[in-house]
């Protein structure tokens, strides 16, 4: 594999085979991706499962996406790569709204689709990740010791497009491999699968 991506739920945090299968990537320097799952159940701060992930894993972490309330109060998520919103529409069976393009975290925009409080809850927690946060660095992602961390609910296919086009963006094109008879080279016409 030339990526991966750790899947951790938001109530459990890391779990004994997530473990297990983060040190086979370890020893491969393979890049993760992180997608925090089940945002709509109540679970664990993102802060703090963050921490762990930097703690137990020895991974620098950098959130992609910024949660918007838990739970029943989940609303959806704040795109800190696109500075976008991306709202979870529960009017409409869970279908994910359109993303609403905002410029920073002071577009009047942002006053208009949440109410106070959440606009004041979510500036203060998006400061915090910029002052405690490394930045991504491309590189340090690639040669597998930072991950970018997506928050999201995949039963509602919320944060799952992001995750993917994530993907797609920042991880490495397939590499050369040995096989028993010969190297199989990098070629333009390689597939790449998920």
């Known amino acids: ?7 951790i739920d938001a109530a ?6 997530t473990r297990k299968l983060f040190e086979v990537c370890r020893l491969r320097d393979i890049p993760i991706i992180t997608f925090i799952n089940k945002l709509d159940r109540e679970g664990r701060e993102p802060f703090e499962l963050m921490d762990e992930i930097e703690r137990d894993l020895q991974l620098d972490v950098t959130p992609a ?3 918007i309330g838990m ?8 795109d800190l790569l696109g500075d976008r919103l ?10 994910i709204a359109e993303r609403e393009r905002v ?11 949440l109410a106070p409080s959440v606009v004041e809850q979510l500036r203060e927690e998006v400061a915090m990740t910029s002052a405690l946060c490394p930045a991504f660095d491309r590189e340090a992602y690639r040669s ?3 991950t970018p961390v997506f928050f999201g609910s ?3 296919n919320f944060g799952v497009r992001e995750l993917l086009d994530a993907l797609v963006e920042l991880a490495p094109s397939p590499r050369p491999s040995p096989a028993r008879e010969r190297v199989v080279e990098q070629l333009e016409e390689n597939v790449s699968g998920f």
């Open 1 to 7: 594999a030339d990526s991966a991506v750790m899947v």
């Open 12 to 17: 459990k945090g890391i779990e004994a085979q």
């Open 65 to 67: 996406n910024w949660p």
């Open 71 to 78: 739970g029943r109060q989940f609303q959806g998520c704040y």
């Open 86 to 95: 991306i709202l979870l529409d529960r009017g409409h069976g869970h279908h």
């Open 103 to 113: 410029d920073g975290m002071n577009d009047p925009k942002l006053a208009r689709l």
């Open 144 to 146: 597998g010791h930072m």
């Open 154 to 156: 995949a039963i509602h």
